[in-house]
Nanobody, 125 residues
């Protein structure tokens, strides 16, 4: 599975961005799709995930209420709508796909089998 992330950019604090992650030639049905981020000098961390078939969503506490993950079956694309952005949201954002369906490990990097290239989000204060 090849994943392509896009939509990053520079935005002022309080602003919004929408990230997209798409794949070509392969349906994402049956996968769990996740977004992770890595800020400079920090480890990559879980942001949000969605189970493609069921639509169940999961969020890190730091983004709950501000970010929304969704998927479009017709476009084979997963989105991360980011509102009320803060400078601490600045990071490279990665999308990933997992074949695992165990909720308890959905936030772990090691649960994901495929990764896209990152897209940089910079939030200025």
């Amino acid at each position: 599975v090849q994943l392509q992330a896009s939509g990053g950019g520079l935005v002022q604090a309080g602003g919004s961005l929408r990230l997209s992650c798409t794949t070509s030639g392969r349906t994402l049905s049956g996968y769990t799709m996740g977004w992770f981020r890595q800020a400079p000098g920090k480890e990559r961390e879980f942001v949000a995930a969605v189970r493609w078939s069921a639509g169940s969503t999961y969020y890190a506490d730091s983004v709950k209420g501000r970010f929304t993950i969704s998927r479009d079956n017709t476009k084979n694309t997963v989105y991360l709508q980011m509102n009320s952005l803060k400078p601490e949201d600045t990071a490279v954002y990665y999308c990933a796909a997992s074949l695992r369906s165990i909720t308890s490990i959905i936030r772990l990097l090691s649960s994901y089998d495929y990764w896209g290239q990152g897209t940089l989000v910079t939030v200025s204060s």
